[in-house]
């Protein structure tokens, strides 16, 4: 809360002064044209909110794959290696971006993990991996989702915008205009999904997100998550997490259960079926979609209407 009330100017200035901004360490490449290449397409788009089109932006996982069980190609590497900038989120979301940059012979001073290195500084807390499934099963770590909180997708817009400053200072004055907005809009976002929730009884602010990526967009929000319909991606949930599910639904009350676009639906089918709730309209978490939930700021507000509908 207090870093709202900081101006713009400040948050990008504190920013570059913790990545080293002004340092000679770095080799100063001007001109050209400085390729980004994000894993994800929410991680494209958070670096257009910080640097807008004075770089080149490009990302991996296409869209309706699963970023968590993703399996890179050898193109990708060639991706890698002209690229000057991987951006991925760290946490365990795209680890195999490791074996992507051993691939394409770079190093990890290549590689900026958005998510990583947060701390009480940044206003930031973690929260545990699978720590707001109600069917348990944590499988350790931190939950890496933290762009779904806008506090910590802006973050992540000032990493970036640091880090290319650094990069090219002969950028700065056209990454400070971009990312300034770019917090601004996020600023935007996160107060009107604030206002939005706190008009919903605190007892219906429940809802049954896909998979686990919803804890930090529930704690800003204070909305409880009553569980998942799979603990981690990649893995059907047991008979007796299904089970455990159920019996949460039924005891929360809870009508709506939401899919996401990278997954399929069968498993929350099922779980809709024996509850008598409904699955609802797609969720972004990992991926971006269709306009207008193509940007992060149209994906994030889709979310809002699609879960304040189903809490009304
Ligand atoms: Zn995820």
Redesign the pocket.
């Known amino acids: 809360m207090h870093r709202r009330v900081r101006s713009i100017a400040a948050l990008i200035c504190v920013a570059l002064a913790a990545a080293g901004c002004g340092s000679a360490e770095k080799p100063t490449a001007s001109g050209g044209t400085y390729r980004l290449l994000a894993t994800t397409s929410v991680f494209a788009d958070l670096a257009r909110l910080a640097v807008g089109d004075a770089v080149q932006i490009e990302s991996i996982v296409p869209a309706g794959v699963d970023?968590?069980t993703f399996e890179p190609s050898p193109s990708d590497a060639a991706r890698i290696a002209s690229a000057d900038l991987i951006v991925a989120n760290g946490l365990g979301?795209d680890a195999w971006i490791g074996k992507l940059l051993n691939a394409a012979g770079k190093g990890g001073d290549a590689l900026l993990s958005l998510g990583e290195g947060l701390d009480a500084s940044d206003g930031w807390t973690y929260l545990d991996a699978g720590a707001s499934g109600a069917t348990g099963g944590a499988h350790g770590g931190v939950d890496?989702?933290i762009w779904l909180d806008p506090k910590g997708a802006a973050l992540y817009v000032q990493k970036i915008a640091a880090r290319v400053s650094a990069d090219r200072p002969d950028l700065v004055v056209r990454i400070n205009a971009e990312g300034g907005a770019g917090l601004v809009a996020i600023a935007a976002l996160d107060r009107e999904l604030a206002a939005s929730f706190a008009a919903i009884p605190a007892e219906r602010r429940r809802f049954v997100p896909f998979?686990d990526?919803f804890g930090y967009f529930a704690r800003a929000y204070g909305i409880t998550v009553v569980g998942v319909a799979i603990q981690a991606?990649g893995q059907e949930p047991s008979a007796k997490e299904i089970a455990a599910l159920i019996d949460a639904i039924r005891a929360a009350g809870v009508t709506a259960i939401f899919s996401e676009s990278q997954f399929p639906t069968r498993v929350a089918e099922r779980i809709a079926a024996e509850t008598g709730a409904t699955v609802v309209a797609s969720l972004f978490?990992?991926a971006l979609g269709a306009a207008p939930a193509d940007t992060y700021l149209g994906a994030m507000r889709a979310n809002a209407t699609a879960i304040l509908g189903a809490m009304r």
Do not use: N
């Open positions: 970023v968590h979301l890496p989702h998979h990526a991606p978490s990992d």
